[in-house]
């Protein structure tokens, strides 16, 4: 029972920082297109 609930929550946290990484990545991926379209002109 313990272990189960331990990977409810290790899954819940899991998914939270998966998320936030995405969002940083797509941040950082605008930032750089950005940049070299601005480089550009």
């Known amino acids: 029972m313990n ?3 331990s ?3 290790s ?3 899991g998914i939270g920082r ?3 990484e ?3 990545r ?3 991926i605008r930032r ?3 940049m ?3 480089h550009r002109d």
Do not use: D, N
């Open 36 to 38: 070299l379209l601005c």
């Open 7 to 9: 990977q409810e929550k």
């Open 26 to 28: 797509l941040y950082i």
């Open 32 to 34: 750089c297109v950005a």
């Open 18 to 20: 998966m998320l936030k």
């Open 22 to 24: 995405q969002k940083s």
């Open 3 to 5: 272990k189960a609930t």
């Open 11 to 13: 899954s819940r946290g």
